[in-house]
């Protein structure tokens, strides 16, 4: 079985940092697109960044020049935030397109993680 295990949510004042991780574990083959997406009460999950295997990146309009997605070689994903602002508030869940061994069959999935909270508050 595959998961994504997030960590680094928490509260910041505005202006503040906050780094988040996503580790993925499980009988996994190789590990395409990471993505984080948010959602805040009462809206849509809206994609954040997303990074894939090849390391090019893609950032939502109002992130862009404040966060940054990175990942390693451990199946790892990190979304550093900088600048943050009240409007940032939200859920933050991770994503991973997944190659694993279902049995003797190798299959693609999305998976999600079960989401951290960040808020931005004075």
């Known amino acids: 079985q595959v998961q994504l295990v997030e960590s680094g949510g928490g509260l910041v004042q505005p202006g503040g940092s906050l780094g988040l991780s996503c580790a993925a574990s499980?009988?996994?083959?190789?590990?395409?697109?990471m993505a984080w997406y948010r959602q805040a009460p009462g809206k849509g999950r809206d994609l954040v960044a997303r990074i894939r295997s090849a390391g090019d990146t893609n950032y939502a309009t109002s992130v862009k020049g404040r966060f940054t997605i990175s990942r390693d070689t451990n199946n790892t994903a990190y979304l550093q935030m900088n600048s943050l602002k009240p409007e940032d508030t939200a859920v933050y869940y991770c994503?991973?397109?997944?190659?694993?061994?279902?049995?003797?069959?190798?299959?693609?999935?999305?998976?999600w993680g079960q989401g951290t909270q960040v808020t931005v508050s004075s």
């Open positions: 499980g009988n996994i083959f190789s590990l395409n697109a």
């Open positions: 994503q991973a397109d997944i190659y694993y061994l279902d049995g003797e069959y190798y299959k693609l999935q999305s998976f």
